[in-house]
Every structure is written in C-alpha cells, then in structure tokens.
T-cell receptor
Framework: NAGVTQTPKFQVLKTGQSMTLQCAQDMNHNSMYWYRQDPGMGLRLIYYSASEGTTDKGEVPNGYNVSRLNKREFSLRLESAAPSQTSVYFC??????????????FGSGTRLTVV | SQQGEEDPQALSIQEGENATMNCSYKTSINNLQWYRQNSGRGLVHLILIRSNEREKHSGRLRVTLDTSKKSSSLLITASRAADTASYFCATELQYNTDKLIFGTGTRLQVFP
C-alpha cells in the first residue's frame, strides 16, 4: 500500500538508551518531516527535510538527530533518551497539491515511552 | 507559542447536530488546512482553503477563512458517530512554504 511507513509502532526505552525511528515513503515526495504529539500541545515539528541531502531544525530539535538517507527514507535518532521525550512521533511526507499548497501524508505513529 | 490555536478544546454533540470548531493563527498565510485524527492514528488531510478564498465546501464540511481576523472555522453538518475524532488546523506560512504549522486540536465526540 502506498503511503508512509513508520517502525516501530511501540517502544519502551530506559533513560540514557539510544534508538532510531525509521520512516519510509513510496510516493516520491521530496519533503519529509518528524513531529511529536503530546497531550494538549498539538503537533510540534522536530526536524524536516525539504529534499534529499538537506535537513533543517524545527520547533523542538534538542535531543534529536535526523538522517535523510535517500529520497524514500528519513530517520529520527534519540542519542540518549530522556523521560521528557515520551511522546507519540509522527513522520510525514508532502507534495504540492493541485489546489496549490503542500499536503501531508502521515504515518501511523510510534508511541515511545522513556522510563 | 503555537501558530494555530483552536477552540473549543473538546466538543460533545449528538448525532445529527452540527459541529463547529475554530482556529486562530498569528502570521500571514498562503493557505490553511484541516486534518482529522482518529484515536491512535496518523492525521488525514480533509480540506484546504487558500488565503484569497473565503469559504469552501467538501461534502458535509464547510470551511471559512477570515484573513483580517486571522481565523478559520470548520463546520461539520449532520454529524455522525463516525465523525468522532480530533481535528487540527494547519497553516502554510506566506514566507515559509516548505512546512505546515499545526494547531492544538479540537477533540470531537459524537454520541449516537
């Protein structure tokens, strides 16, 4: 099925552990994004990549790194997890729509708990 | 603070009633979009309204945009239990067009 695939769906980490969240899209979209969603906060942008080979910080980049491996894949790494990083993480890709403007396609999310 | 603030934060209605949720934003935009999120799932695009448009319809959805007040509303008519979800507005900024800024969302509960 075409779309955005995130792995894993669930993860529990201990404080200080590291992990990488994987994201892949098969829609040939140029731009990809990582957001985190916390109760009452909506979605906050962590990092984004406007094209293969480029990445930019979003609103809340501290504690995270990203890699745009190729056009399809955009990974998010937590080097030393902290309880404040407990959240639901969403990857998205975007295209320019026929009506104008960019439209997002989201993955189903990764629920991360740091204990 | 968030570019998009939505109210109410939560809304409960009966099936058949209309649901209205509002979004306010701070800076000039190219367009404003509404997304829906079912519990535990990713967001799904519903509708886009450009900055030079005032109203747009899609099925039971009606979106209005008032750029002078920097606000938008989403109306869902004749709601159904299946409309139960969270709804988010998202803005594409006029001078930063490569990403969307999401609001805080409205949680809609439609009772059968």
């Amino acid at each position: 099925n075409a779309g955005v695939t995130q792995t894993p769906k669930f993860q529990v980490l201990k404080t200080g552990q590291s992990m990488t969240l994987q994201c892949a899209q098969d829609m040939n979209h140029n731009s990809m994004y990582w957001y985190r969603q916390d109760p009452g906060m909506g979605l906050r942008l962590i990092y984004y990549s406007a094209s293969e080979g480029t990445t930019d910080k979003g609103e809340v980049p501290n504690g995270y790194n990203v890699s745009r491996l190729n056009k399809r894949e955009f990974s998010l790494r937590l080097e030393s997890a902290a309880p404040s990083q407990t959240s639901v993480y969403f990857c998205a890709s975007s295209e320019v729509m026929s009506a104008g403007g960019i439209g997002y396609t989201f993955g189903s999310g990764t629920r991360l708990t740091v204990v | 603070s968030q570019q998009g603030e939505e109210d109410p934060q939560a809304l409960s209605i009966q099936e058949g009633e209309n649901a209205t949720m509002n979004c306010s934003y701070k800076t000039s935009i190219n367009n404003l979009q509404w997304y829906r999120q079912n519990s535990g799932r990713g967001l799904v695009h519903l509708i886009l309204i450009r900055s030079n448009e005032r109203e747009k319809h899609s099925g039971r959805l009606r979106v209005t945009l008032d750029t002078s007040k920097k606000s938008s509303s989403l109306l869902i008519t004749a709601s159904r239990a299946a409309d139960t979800a969270s709804y988010f507005c998202a803005t594409e900024l006029q001078y930063n067009t490569d990403k969307l800024i999401f609001g805080t969302g409205t949680r809609l509960q439609v009772f059968p």
